[in-house]
Structures are given as C-alpha cells and as structure tokens.
C-alpha cells in the first residue's frame, strides 16, 4: 500500500498555479540580471562605483512601501537584498574582509549587508580584516564596534586612528550566544573559549552553570567552536552558524546575560573604492577628536554641538597612550555633514581640537 499523501483536485490547481507564478518570478529575475549587466558594463566605461549602500537602502525602502502584503516588510528587504547581491556579483563580486573562520557573528552581519553573493575573505583579528581592506585586498571590511551590554569593542576604535580606510555602513545584529560542545551534556566541560567580549557578556550565566570552567579567550567565537570540535572537554560560545558549520550540539541556548544583547558592525572601506554615502534623512556621522589637556577643554569641545542643535548618540573616550593623561573622544552625531547645521557644528569643533577625524558618515543600519 503506498503512503504518498492523497492530492486533492483543489490542492493540485494550487500548486500549478504556484510552479506557473515561479517560472514567471524566474524569468523576470533572470531579466532583472540582464538590465544589471548592462549597468555593470556602463559602470565600468564610467568608472563609477558597483556598490552602493544608499542605493541598496533607496531601492528596499521603495519595494517596501510599495508592498501590499501578505508578506512582511523585513522579508521583503532579505528578498531584494540577495536579488541585488546576485546581479551585482554579475557586475563584479564584492570581496568582503570578515572576521573567521566561518560561523562568525562578522560573518552573518556582512552576509546581512552585502547578501550571501559576497566573496567573504576571512581574517584571524580585526587587525587583519583593516590590513586588508586597507590594501586592497579586499573591497570592503565589516568590523564589530560596539555591544550594547559591555561598550565599544576597543580595538577596532583603536585602529580607526591611523587607518586610511571610513565607514559607509552599519549593521545592529542581535547577538545570542549559545553553549556549544561535541556531546549534548553540561557535564564535564573543563574549558569554555570564546572572544573576550562574548566571555564578558555571558559572565554571570558562565560563573553559576560552570563555575569551575576555564575561560580561555580566543581570536573569534567561531575558532573557538572549530577549537571544541577537536576536545571533547571544551567547550564554546558562538552562534547557531558555527554549531551547523563545525557539527556541534547546542548544549544551551542564548547564554548572553542581557536577552537584548546587539552588537554594531561598520562597514569600512578606503574613500577611492567608495566615497561618503550621500544623504538619506536617516543617517549618522562619526569622529574622533582629542583636545588640549587643560581645564574646561571637553566643555569647550561639546559647545559648537549644543550651539547648533546637533544631537549627539554616543560619546566615548579611549587613553592616547601618550603618557600626559590625555584622551581621543569617539563621538557619533545623528545626521549628515552636507547638512548645513552640522557642517557649521564640525567647523567650529575641528578649530578647537588638536587632533579631528571623520571616522565615516553612512546609513543607520536597520535591527538584524
């Protein structure tokens, strides 16, 4: 007796209606690919850029406010963004410099920005992700900068200094971190490795399951998961991705101490491979200043700001390392220089400051 399940005559008119709307969907894809390759050959004759973040972001708002349903907005932006990721690697493939191994949370971020078309290029530290992107290695590089449960991830805002390269993009990722191991079992795990920053996250959740567990920090939590792989004593914190790419159990899930915890990704690249974005009315702009170490000299530095109604969204100081106390402040302004309140603003703030950077000024990136 057969089990294939009975098809009903309705069910069948549906499914042929479908497999007629997919071979309709495909050629129109296909088309779309077409009318891409053309824009890719007059690109090229131009020398303009391929890649364009405003415009990826222009062309999802516009389908988005255009969709009538049933399907949801956030779907609908996933949707365009892997068709647009397909035709623009018909263009030319974007090399994207991302923290590995594979299975990283820089991974899916970059993943989330440029679609699963990149050509992911993968770097053993952020270090390595800015040398690349830098010497053109890769076009582009995707680095965290920082978590909303332990702050600024140090090291990249360390190597923006000195760094040719700006941001022209972000991505806010929902990071969980999950207990990864080759057995389903808690028991017996005598090290646990991870990034630092996703030690510290899950601090409290480590310290009452595995009190006793070595926490060893490692390059990223997805060489971690690789390292666990190999030992069935240890253990790591990394995402779902790396539990899939290394075939490990998820002992447990979303250990993260905050259960709202979201890392900021900057997308970075060198200004000739992609100038600042322009405008969108939802932007961000961010600098690095330092100021003469003397009384008064932070309050002088936040005047121009608060003179021209510009709002500031974060505000951050790191040590200059130079032994006389001083200080780089990281400072994001919500809007564009090319609007005329905040290019007063920076005017002004760049006269006051010993050492001005504009770091970037690009699109907020949507919750992931």
């Not at 590995?100 to 820089?106: H, K, L, M, Q, Y």
């Not at 490990?248 to 709202?260: G, R």
């Not at 002088?300 to 790191?318: A, C, N």
């Amino acid at each position: 007796m057969s089990n294939a399940p009975i098809q009903t005559e309705a069910l069948a008119r549906l499914r042929t209606r479908i497999d007629a709307l997919d071979s309709q969907l495909l050629a129109l894809l296909n088309e779309r690919a077409r009318v891409a390759e053309e824009v890719g050959a007059l690109k090229r004759q131009e020398g303009t850029p391929f890649f364009r973040p405003d415009r990826v972001a222009q062309v999802i708002a516009k389908v988005q406010q255009a969709n009538p349903g049933p399907l949801l907005n956030q779907h609908v932006a996933a949707i365009w963004r892997e068709v647009m990721s397909a035709c623009l690697a018909l263009e030319v493939p974007q090399r994207v410099a991302v923290l590995g191994p594979e299975g990283t949370f820089t991974e899916q971020a970059a993943v989330e920005f440029f679609g699963s078309a990149a050509n992911l290029i993968y770097c053993q530290s952020f270090d390595e992700v800015f040398h690349a992107t830098a010497a053109g290695t890769a076009q582009f590089g995707v680095v965290a900068v920082e978590n909303s449960t332990e702050g600024v991830v140090a090291r990249s805002f360390d190597l923006f200094l000195h760094s040719p390269v700006h941001i022209v993009g972000e991505v806010s990722l929902l990071v969980r971190h999950n207990l990864l191991r080759r057995s389903a079992e808690l028991d017996g795990i005598e090290v646990v490795m991870a990034h630092p920053q996703a030690l510290m996250q899950c601090h409290r959740w480590l310290s009452q399951h595995l009190p006793h567990a070595e926490r060893r920090a490692v390059s990223s939590n997805a060489e971690g998961a690789r390292l666990a792989a190999d030992n069935p004593a240890w253990a790591s914190l990394a995402s779902e991705r790396a539990a899939a790419q290394f075939g490990l159990h998820i002992v447990a899930h979303a250990v993260q101490d905050e259960a709202y915890n979201r890392t900021r990704f900057a997308v970075i690249c060198l200004p000739q491979t992609l100038t600042m974005p322009v405008p969108t009315g939802r932007d961000c702009t961010s600098i690095v200043v330092s100021v003469p170490n003397k009384p008064g000299s932070v309050h002088d530095m936040l005047t121009p700001l608060k003179k021209h109604g510009v709002s500031m969204t974060r505000f951050e100081s790191r040590p200059a390392k130079s032994g006389q106390w001083e200080h780089y402040f990281y400072i994001d302004i919500a809007g564009h220089p090319s609007e005329p309140s905040i290019a007063a603003a920076l005017d002004e703030l760049r006269a006051l400051c010993a050492f001005y950077k504009v770091l970037g000024a690009y699109p907020l990136g949507n919750d992931v």
